[in-house]
C-alpha cells in the first residue's frame, strides 16, 4: 500500500486535478489519497473567519462567494454525469461553513476551535470534488472523513496526534475497505470528544506521514509544485537543484529550520516505522524526486543543502542540570567545557526566559545569525570538512562567525553575528551545488 499526499498547488484548479488523476491512476493497487486544499483556499478561510469576527458581512459573503465558485467551476470543467451530486455536496459544506460563520459573528470571538472547523472546509471542499471526479472516471474509490481517521489532543491550531486512540481503528477502517483509491483530508482531525482539530499550517504532509506509518504503508509520496527537496529555498537562490537522495536526520533538521516542502513533524512517524518517503513534483511526475530513508545509498561525504535563520538567540549557560522549557524553539543544543551552548530561534517568550536567566551561569548572551549545513558522513572525511568550512569562513567575509555549533555527521551549524544572511546563504549555496570542496 502506499499513501500519496498532493499539496494545494496540484489540486489548484480543474486541470491540476486531472492531472493528479492521472498520476494516481498509474499505481496500481490499493492507494491512500491525502489531500490538501485548493491553493489559496485555507488563507481565504483564515480571511474570512476574521471579517465574520469584526462583523463584515459584505467581505463574509464575497469571499463565500469565492470559495465556492473556485469548487464548482472544476467540477462544471471537469464532470458530466457526477457533476448535480458534486454541486449538491459543495452546496451543503458551504450551508454548514455559513452557520459556522454566523455564530462567530453573532459572539464577534473567534476560538481557536471555531477557526480549525472553519479550516475544515477547506480539504473536506477539495476531497469531495476529488472524490467526484475519481468517480466520473470510474475509479473505485471511497471517501474518508479524516476526523474519523486521526485523534488529536484538544491543542486546536497545533494538535498533536495520539497515537494510542487512532493507529488500530485507522490501520482497520483503510484494510478492511474494498476500493482501491481511498481519498481522504490533509490537516484536520478531531480530538476524543469528536471536534475538529487542524495538525497545523502545512499539516497535510504529517497527516500523509501518520497515515503511512499507521498502515505500515510501502511508501509515502509527498506531491508538490517542486521536483523533490532542494538544495535550498528556490525563492531565495535561484541555482538550486533536487537532491536525489536524503537521510531522515537530515530532512528533520531542514523541515525544523523551515524548509517549506515538508511540514516540520513529517518525518517523525516515518522514523519510527522506517517508512520511505519520496518528494515527487505533480508537474513534473517524471522526474526522480528525493527519496527520504534511514540511510541513503550513497555513503560518501556530501553537503546537500542550506537553509538560514536570521534571528536567533545563542546562549552559553554553565550549569550541571539545564532546564529549558519545551515551549521554547531550541534550534540546537551542544555542550562543550561545562557549558551549553544553545541556540534559540528568536521570540517574545526567548526574551523572557532570557531576561530570568541567573546571569552568574551566563557566559554568553548574544542576538545573532545563523545557518544550517545538511550532509552525509561529514565527520569520516576530515580533511574535506576542514576544507569547507575554510572556504565557507572566506565567504563570511567581514562577517563573525561567533560559534560552530554541534558538530555532527549530518550537521555543521555556523552562528554568526546577526546580519542579512541572505547573501551569504546564496554564495555558500553555490559552493555546496558546485560541490567546490
Ligand atoms: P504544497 O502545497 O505542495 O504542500 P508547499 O508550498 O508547502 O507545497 O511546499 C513547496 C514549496 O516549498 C516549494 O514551492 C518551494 O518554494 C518551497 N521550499 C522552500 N525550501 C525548499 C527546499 N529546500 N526544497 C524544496 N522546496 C522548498
Ligand atoms: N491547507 C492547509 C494549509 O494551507 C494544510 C496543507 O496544505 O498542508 O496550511
Ligand atoms: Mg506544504
Redesign the pocket.
Known sequence: MIVMK?????VANDEQMQKVLNIVNLIDGKRVIVL?AC?GITDLLEHIAIKAKDGDTTAVNQITEEITARHTDVIKQSLNKQCNAAIDDINQYITQLTRILNGVSFLGELSLAAMDSIYSFGELLSTTVFYHLCKERNVNCEWKDARLLITTDSNYSSANPISELYVNKLNETIRSSTADVIITQGFIASNENGRTTTLGR?G??LTASLIGAAINADEIQ?????D????????KCDD?IPIEFLSYKEVKD?SFWG???LHPQTIMPAIECNNIVKVLNTNNPTAKGTTITAVPPENKFTIN?I?GKQNCHLLGIMSNHLNIPSSLPVLRIGYSNYVYNVLLDDNEEVAEFVKNLNRSEVTLDTTASAILLAGQNLLNEPIRLTKFIATTAQLLGDIKLRQLLCFSDNSIILVVEKCDIDPIIRSIHKVIVRKQY
Open positions: 498532493f499539496g494545494g498547488s496540484s490538501s491553493k502545512g497535510s504532509d509527498i506531491w508538490t509544485d517542486v523533490g527537496v532542494l538544495t535550498a529555498d528556490p525563492n538550486t531542514l524548509a517549506k516542502v543543502s537553509i
